[in-house]
C-alpha cells in the first residue's frame, strides 16, 4: 500500500497526505467504542430515571441502537473529520480531493459502518483497504473519503471564519462587480486549504492565485493584514451579495 495520497488542488497545487494504515486506525476506533460505549450507558441510566417505564423503554431501544452511528456520524461531520478517538491518534477524514468531509458524506460512510464490522464483511473491508492505494474500507469507497494522518509540527495560520455573518474588513474592498463565480469559489477554496499548506505553498498559492485576483480587481496590500484576511472578507462580501453564503 502506498503510505502518501497526493492531491492536485483546484488552484494547482500539490498537497500531499498520509494514508491512516490498518493499525492506528484501529487504535483509534476501539478508543471511540470505548467513550461512546460510557457515554451511552450514562444516557441509558439517565433516561431509566427521567422517563415512565414505557416510554424509557422505546426511547432507550432508539439510543441503544442508533447510538454508535450518532457518535460517529456528528463528530466526524461537526467536529472536521475528527472524533476524540481519532484526534487522539491524529487521525482525520477527508473527502478523496482533500477537501474537509462534508457532513452527508460522513453520515453516508457511518451508515455503513455496521456492515463492516461483520464477520465476513469485515474480512472483504480488510481486504478492501490493502488493495486499493487511498486504503479505503467499504464505507469509506462508498461515501468518497479517506483517512490520513494530521501533521503534528506543520505551521498553522488561523483566518477568521467566513461562513456566517459580516466580515470585519468588509469596509475595504472595493466594488466586486466584476467578480466572476468561478474566482469566488477559487478564493474560497484556497481560504479552507490555507491553514493546512505548508509556508513555501501558502507563498506560491498568493502569488498565482491572490496577487493576480487583487491587481485585477484593484485590491490594495493593507499594513498588517495577511493577505487571506482579505480574501475572506471578498469571500463573504460576495458570497452575501449572491446569496452563496
Same mark, same amino acid.
Given at each position: 500500500? #502506498? &503510505? ?75 467536529? #472536521? ?9 491524529? +487521525? ?37 483497504? *490493502?488493495? #486499493? ?28 471564519? &467566513? ?21 469566488? *469559489?477559487? +478564493?474560497?477554496? +484556497?481560504?479552507?486549504? *490555507? ?21 485585477? &480587481? ?5 499594513? #498588517? ?18 446569496? +452563496?453564503?
Amino acid at each position: 500500500m #502506498n &503510505h502518501d495520497y497526493a492531491v492536485l488542488t483546484p488552484e494547482k497545487v500539490v498537497v500531499t497526505y498520509r494514508l491512516a494504515g490498518l493499525g492506528t486506525r484501529a487504535s483509534a476506533q476501539l478508543l471511540d467504542l470505548i467513550i461512546a460505549t460510557g457515554l451511552m450507558i450514562v444516557v441509558v441510566r439517565i433516561l431509566g430515571f427521567a422517563l415512565p417505564g414505557g416510554i424509557a423503554e422505546l426511547v432507550i431501544g432508539v439510543v441503544v441502537t442508533f447510538g454508535f452511528l450518532g457518535y460517529f456520524s456528528l463528530f466526524e461531520g461537526l467536529w #472536521n473529520g475528527q472524533t476524540p478517538g481519532k484526534k487522539a491518534s491524529s +487521525l482525520r477524514v477527508r473527502m478523496v480531493d482533500g477537501s474537509p468531509v462534508s457532513f452527508s458524506a460522513a453520515l453516508y460512510r457511518n451508515l455503513l459502518r455496521p456492515a463492516d464490522m461483520l464477520p465476513i464483511a469485515y474480512l472483504v473491508g480488510f481486504v478492501a483497504m *490493502f488493495t #486499493n492505494e487511498k486504503s479505503q474500507r467499504i464505507g469509506d469507497l462508498a461515501a468518497g473519503t479517506v483517512v490520513v494522518h494530521e501533521p503534528r509540527a506543520l505551521p498553522r495560520f488561523s483566518p477568521a471564519p &467566513h461562513r456566517f455573518g459580516e466580515h470585519p474588513l468588509e469596509y475595504l474592498i472595493p466594488d466586486l462587480r466584476g467578480m466572476t463565480a468561478e474566482e469566488y *469559489f477559487a +478564493l474560497k477554496r +484556497l481560504c479552507d486549504r *490555507f491553514p493546512e499548506l505548508g509556508a513555501a505553498i501558502q507563498s506560491k498559492t498568493l502569488e498565482d492565485v491572490w496577487e493576480p485576483f487583487a491587481r485585477r &480587481h484593484g485590491v490594495p496590500p493593507i499594513a #498588517n493584514v495577511h493577505p487571506v484576511y482579505l480574501m475572506e472578507a471578498i469571500v463573504m462580501k460576495y458570497g452575501r451579495q449572491k446569496s +452563496l453564503l
